[in-house]
């Protein structure tokens, strides 16, 4: 089992940045691929950013060259760097990893809300 907890969500301007922290716990080392997703109200989870243990990052065409994901394995934790955000990027921000055993588990955090203002 994996526990993931995000934080560092809140309200920033139009323009602004912000950095969401993704803190992982339980049995951890099965994990091949981490990152994160959001859901903005009325609409589908959609990906934001992957990583792969082998150090693949794959973004969404709509952050791509704004938010940076990176890990710090002796932390436990991944990172989100948005910046030059826009309003449509509010939404409730989830932590996701995925184990190579165990059926290819998946695993979600509670989520983090971002609020962008115009």
């Known amino acids: 089992q994996v526990q993931l907890v995000e934080s560092g969500g809140g309200l920033v301007q139009a323009g602004g940045s912000l950095s969401l922290s993704c803190a992982a716990s339980?049995?951890?080392?099965?994990?091949?691929?981490t990152g994160w997703y959001r859901q903005a109200p009325g609409k589908q989870r959609e990906l934001v950013a992957l990583?792969?243990?082998?150090?693949?990052?794959t973004y969404a065409d709509s952050v791509k060259g704004r938010f940076t994901v990176s890990r710090d394995s002796a932390k436990n934790t991944v990172y989100l760097q948005m910046s030059s955000l826009k309003p449509e990027d509010t939404a409730v921000y989830y932590c996701?990893?995925?184990?190579?055993?165990?059926?290819?588990?998946?695993?979600w955090g509670k989520g983090t809300l971002v609020t962008v203002s115009s």
């Open positions: 990583t792969t243990s082998a150090g693949i990052i």
């Open positions: 339980g049995i951890i080392a099965s994990i091949d691929l």
């Open positions: 996701y990893a995925r184990s190579r055993v165990g059926g290819g588990a998946v695993y």
